[in-house]
């Protein structure tokens, strides 16, 4: 098919004629800009054919604002040697025609007849949509779906198996896949995925095995009445039998038998069980005798033995007595090493007594010697403290002041050496008898004087010399050395001395009468810590306690020096020791006592009964007792010997009557009599019951109830078979449909394949492309690369969706079908490699099919070796035109 | 002059299956019209009595309606009605008789004969000799004793009873319930009749099979009928009128379909049969595709005519012809899937095969049909 020129009118913007004419049967590059009508010329040719021309959905069609348009496509192209023009009005007129060849077509026959030729539908009713495309919605790509093969291959579905037909040889089928979709929903009503009943089908299997249940219910209910029944019959004639035979009655007969029978032997039994009492009687009575003849005879042979008993009575009597005067002088020792362990031990207690009242004596003693000299002590050293304080009164100086006395005595010496350093010294040696008198004082021997003021020096026989001291400070020491003497002086009367050193003396004294005062005290405080009255007292106490102690003393005897005294401890071991003998000593003898007085007892009885004995055996009524005892013991036997052979006798008897065998007879009988009427009224019972229950289950007519479930089951079965053979028979012919597809499929597959490794192996040249059993690009493996088409970038995807389509178009034009491919705005994810192999593959489709490429990026195809239609000049051409 | 009506098997309580609820139970209905049917033969024809020969009942434990509406029945004929227990309904220590009799359901002049022995009816000077089944099974002879009974002097002496003739009933030789085939001469009876067989059917010229009222099977086409009997006098040999009585008429086919003209005959023949038909119909050999077409709607209209009918074709194979096949457009794979449908139902007896084909013709004849439109 060759798409030879296109005009559209009327249509979007293309409000006026525009043509697209010399359009080549290979490569057609059209371009232009966006908005230039690319998509238009894209959407007027898929119009063309797809839409219905008498369809009101394509308002997408008219020029904007404009409600008189009539939307018009004219497409001119050649197939199979012949020229085909189409020509299709919508909306405002509603048009088509085709003439093909000579032929000319109008309306929906122009329309089938176009759908014939490239394999598309029509839709019902509205616009045309992808799933109505078929084989153009493969071959044609619109813009941006380049990569969605899948859809676009499902949508060509049947018609490019028919289309396809001649290739494989005609087997393919004409809608054989609405076929199997009706087959596979028919059975899937009927079966499950895996096969498994489901729906009708399930149910009538549940329900055929509900009846066959309730039918075996019932049969086995029906089968329980008939035993019933059975049982009826065979009751009642066992009844009516025992009835009229009465066997119980027979029974009762023999019972009353085997009764009066075992009386009579309980009878025997009464009389041997009497005899054989009397019998017992008898033997106990002999016994009695026979114990009372032993006896007797036994008299002499027990007055030995008594004799025997005496002897030994009398024998261990003896030998205790003599043993007594041992025990009573074991006693005497006892006692009297008691006494003396006594005396021993009040002896040492009044030593130890004594003692300690000497000690406590010679403590005392020490202690008032020790009160006195304290005593005496104290009173020296109070009186000592006395004198300290008188001294110290009378010493009494202001220390302080006694210091600053000091330092005013020290100051007016010192001033005193200064004035003598300045002042004019006086010396002289005199001869023994001149007289000399300085200031009215005789000056005799030797000597040296410091003036300090005017002097006059009175030579006898000479005159008078008057000496007056020089410098200038003279007055000035004077002065203060007469006012320190005048401090002196006053200090030394404040103080009431007469000088430093009498003060210095005063304070020294003053000061050892203080230490004095604090010794004394302390010495007095060391003997007096109480005080001396405290002291006097002590003292007083002691003697009294002295006095005490002395007394006590004086009062205790004084223990003879002679003897030799142990120790308390010795002593009181010694006694205690001594008691216990002595106790020890005291009980065996009274044990003695009395074991000799249990002797004497012994001795006494045993010879008190052998006296009796002695007494007894020689008595005159013992000897007759024995002879009467010996007669009737005799006459006892006898009569013994009579029961004997009567009791033996009746035992016989009562042995061969078998009174067990009565007795079980008696209970068997018995057994019978009852067991045989139980058993009759049992029947009777039964019959009764067997009778209601019947009547009960009669009214519910099972067999009918059986007959109705079983035309139930008949019925549900034959529905059921009905249904399992459709199933089977369904699921048969799915099984073979699909079969038959898929081989009409692997069939198509190798030339599929086939071209598409032609286009892959320019793109991958290592890559390989699996065509599945939908006849769709499947599985892409390159290298060790392995993976379904759809996990590839977009832009491979793309390149995969168009060589693919290309394949397809391929195979269709060797099926002899139209093949034209139109291509918008394709590739554009693609990179520049790849975009070059891509040429390349279509620059080769090319020289099969006629391709129109539309795309608004001319420059990037314009090493396609194909002149470039430029939508906007060839619009200019159409106006002119 | 007594005259009397004969029948037995009337199998009351009886369920049928294989059939369509609403076919079973017009058959089951059409069992108690046939009683008063009888009922009015009876008084029609003036008959002294009803004898029947046992299987009143089907079943001993049938619904109390059942046994009402049986005895209800009856009523139309006042006279004496002697019924004997059969096989089905045997006269056991619990029975379906003597639930009828505590439920009050048998009317005065309906005659049970529960023991074996003679029931004198005086005003009509018949003596019937009753030989009832009082077990289910019995392997000696029960007429035996007919011989030993006496009847009046000038009362016609009938043996009423329910078995197998002994020697003239080739499938039931070894059956139970067994009657000595010289027992009407044996016994100097004026007449036997007897139930058991469920067609009518004369043993000698005094002893009869009444056969059921109302057929209930399509075995024994002889049923659907009463006798009427008239025995001029004691020792005279009777006159016997056999009166339809069934409503339905029960036809059983079985046809091998090889050529068109079998098809053809057979729907001629369906189409013959009344609209009272019974009809099952089980058909073998082949047909082609357009054969069955015309079948499937011959059955369709025959369906809707007879009161029943049944057909089973599952013997019966499917042979498309190339026309057959064409007229399908059965084109492409279709087509061998057509093919081997064929095939495998003619390799292997396949009747799943058969019914696969049979749905993929129905499928695309569908489709046809629908492009035809």
């Known amino acids: ?881 | 002059m007594p005259k009397f009506l004969h029948t037995a098997d009337w199998q009351m309580g009886r369920a049928f299956t294989r059939f369509e609820t609403e076919d079973g139970a017009a058959l089951v209905e059409a069992r108690f019209e046939a009683v008063e049917t009888l009922a009015k033969l009876a008084n029609e024809h003036h008959c002294d009595a009803v004898l029947v020969a046992g299987d009143v009942f089907d079943a001993q434990t049938v619904s109390d309606r059942t046994i009402r509406r049986v005895f209800n029945a009856t009523k139309a004929f006042a006279g004496p009605w002697v019924m004997l227990p059969g096989n089905h309904d045997a006269a056991l220590a619990e029975s379906v008789w003597t639930r009828a009799q505590r439920l009050g359901a048998v009317p005065e002049n309906v005659h049970l004969a529960l023991q074996p022995g003679v029931i004198n009816l005086e005003p009509e000077r018949l003596s019937i000799l009753c030989a009832p089944l009082t077990q289910r099974h019995t392997y000696g002879d029960l007429t035996e004793p007919f011989s030993g009974y006496e009847t009046p002097e000038g009362f016609t002496r009938i043996g009423l009873a329910h078995g197998s003739i002994q020697g003239l009933l080739p499938d039931e030789i070894d059956s139970t319930n067994p009657i000595a085939p010289k027992r009407a001469e044996a016994s100097r009876l004026d007449y036997l009749a007897l139930g058991d067989w469920h067609g009518t059917k004369q043993i000698d010229e005094r002893t009869w099979y009444s056969g059921t009222p109302e057929p209930e099977r399509f075995r024994n086409n002889e049923a659907g009928n009463a006798l009427i009997v008239d025995v001029s006098e004691p020792g005279a040999t009777p006159s016997v009128t056999r009166l339809p009585t069934g409503r339905y008429q029960w036809h059983q086919f079985r046809e091998t379909l090889a050529v068109q003209s079998d098809l053809e005959q057979l729907l001629e023949r369906l189409n013959d049969l009344p609209e009272s038909a019974v009809v099952d119909l089980r058909l073998e050999g082949s047909v082609t595709l357009a054969g069955e077409e015309a079948l499937l709607k011959a059955l369709s209209v025959a369906e809707a005519r007879f009161r029943s009918l049944r057909c089973e074709r599952s013997g019966l194979q499917l042979a498309p012809t190339e026309e057959d096949i064409a007229a399908l457009k059965a084109d492409g794979y279709v087509g061998e899937v057509v093919e081997s449908l064929h095939d495998r139902q003619e390799g292997a007896q396949d009747d799943t095969a058969r019914d696969a084909l049979a749905i993929l013709a129905g499928l695309l004849r569908e489709r046809e049909q629908e492009a035809g439109q």
């Open chain 1, 1 to 881: 098919m060759k798409l030879q020129r296109m005009r559209i009118e009327q249509l979007r913007q293309f409000r006026k004629s525009f043509v697209l004419d010399n359009l080549q049967s290979g490569l057609n590059l059209i371009h232009g800009p966006n908005e230039s009508g690319k998509s238009t010329l894209v959407r007027a040719i898929r119009a063309a054919f797809f839409e219905r021309y008498r369809s009101t959905a394509v308002d997408d069609l008219r020029p904007w604002g404009d409600s008189a348009a009539a939307p018009t496509i004219e497409l001119d192209f050649e197939h199979d040697n012949c020229i085909w023009r189409l020509t299709k009005s919508f909306l405002q007129r509603k048009r088509c025609d085709l003439v093909v060849g000579t032929e000319s077509y109008s309306e929906d026959d122009a329309e089938e007849k176009l759908a014939e030729l490239l394999g598309y539908q029509y839709p019902k009713r509205g616009a045309s949509k992808a799933e109505h495309w078929g084989i153009p919605g493969l071959l044609w790509v619109e813009q941006g779906t380049g990569q969605d093969i899948e859809q676009a291959i499902e949508h060509a579905g049947d018609h490019l198996k028919s289309a396809l037909n001649s290739m494989v040889g005609e087997v393919a089928s004409s809608g054989g896949d609405d076929l199997i979709e009706t087959v596979r929903s028919q059975r899937d009503t009927l079966l499950t995925g895996t096969g498994k009943p489901r729906g009708d089908y399930l149910k009538l299997e549940k329900d055929r095995t509900q009846y066959q249940l309730e039918i075996e219910e019932l049969k086995e209910r029906v089968h329980k009445y008939q035993e019933q029944v059975d049982r009826l019959g065979k009751l009642a004639r066992d009844y009516e039998q025992a009835e009229a035979e009465r066997p119980w009655e027979d029974a009762q007969r023999h019972l009353e038998e085997a009764r009066a029978r075992y009386q009579k032997v309980e009878r025997l039994e009464q009389e041997q069980n009497q005899e054989k009492a009397t019998f017992a009687q008898q033997q106990q009575n002999h016994r009695l005798l026979q114990q009372n003849k032993e006896h007797l005879e036994g008299l002499s042979r027990q007055l030995e033995s008594r004799k025997a008993v005496l002897d030994r009575a009398e024998h261990d009597l003896d030998l205790a007595q003599a043993q007594t005067p041992a025990v009573t002088g074991r006693l005497t020792e006892a006692r009297t090493a008691y006494e003396h362990a006594e005396k021993q031990r009040k002896l040492a207690g009044l030593l130890q007594t004594r003692q300690r009242l000497e000690q406590d004596l010679r403590r005392l003693e020490q202690q008032q010697q020790v009160i006195s000299q304290n005593l005496t002590k104290a009173r020296e050293y109070q009186q000592q403290l006395e004198q300290a304080r008188q001294q110290a009164r009378e010493n009494r100086i202001e220390s302080e002041l006694v210091k600053k006395l000091r330092a005013t005595g020290s100051q007016l010496n010192e001033e005193t050496i200064r004035s003598q350093t300045i002042a004019t010294r006086l010396n002289w040696q005199l001869d023994a008898d001149a007289l000399l008198s300085l200031n009215n004082e005789p000056l005799v021997g030797q000597g040296e004087q410091q003036l300090l003021e005017e002097s006059t020096l009175v030579i006898p026989g000479v005159g008078t010399l008057g000496i007056t001291p020089g410098g200038e400070e003279l007055a000035s020491t004077r002065r203060k050395l007469k006012a320190l003497e005048e401090n002196l002086a006053e200090q030394l009367m404040t103080l009431g001395v007469e000088s430093l050193k009498q003060a210095e003396d005063r304070l020294s004294a003053f000061e050892s009468a203080e230490r004095a005062v604090k010794h004394a005290e302390d010495l007095f405080k060391t003997v007096a810590p109480a005080g001396i009255e405290q002291l006097v007292y002590e003292q007083s106490e002691a003697e009294s306690e002295l006095e005490k102690a002395r007394k006590q003393l004086e009062s205790t005897p004084k223990p003879d020096s002679n003897e030799t005294v142990p120790t308390l401890e010795e002593a009181e071991a010694a006694f205690n020791q001594s008691g216990a003998a002595l106790d020890k000593a005291e009980s065996d003898e009274r044990a003695h006592q009395s074991r000799l007085s249990a002797l004497k007892q012994a001795r006494d009885n045993a010879k008190t009964e052998w006296q009796r004995l002695a007494d007894e055996e020689k008595s005159p009524e013992r000897q007759q007792q024995l002879r009467q005892i010996t007669t009737d013991l005799a006459n006892l036997e006898k009569q013994q010997a009579e029961l004997e052979a009567s009791l033996e006798r009746r035992e016989r008897e009562i042995r061969e009557a078998r009174p067990e065998f009565l007795k079980q007879d008696i209970e068997r009988y018995q057994n019978a009599v009852n067991q045989l009427r139980q058993t009759q009224e049992n029947r009777g019972r039964e019959l009764r019951d067997i009778k209601v229950r019947l009547e009960a289950w009669g009214a519910e007519g099972l067999e009918e109830q059986l007959n109705e479930k079983e035309a139930e089951l008949d019925q549900c079965s034959r529905r059921y078979e009905e249904l399992h053979r459709r199933a089977q028979a369904l699921d048969l012919l799915l099984n073979l449909l699909t079969e038959k597809r898929q081989a009409l499929t692997r069939r198509l597959q190798a030339p599929l394949q086939k071209h598409l490794n032609h286009y892959l192996s320019v793109l991958f040249p290592e890559a390989s492309l699996e065509v599945d059993e939908q006849l769709r690009p499947g599985t892409f493996s390159r290298g060790s690369e392995l993976g379904q088409i759809t996990e590839l970038s977009f832009g491979a995807r793309e390149q995969m969706g168009l060589i693919s389509r290309l394949a397809y178009a391929d195979l269709l034009r060797e099926a002899g079908r139209p093949t034209l491919v139109i291509l918008d705005d394709t590739l554009v994810h693609s990179d520049s490699e790849r975009l070059e192999d891509m040429k390349r593959i279509l620059f080769d489709a090319a020289s099969r099919h006629q391709i129109l490429l539309l795309t608004c990026h001319p420059e990037k195809w314009q090493d396609l070796g194909v002149p470039p239609v430029d939508i906007e000049a060839s619009k200019g051409q159409g106006i002119l035109e």
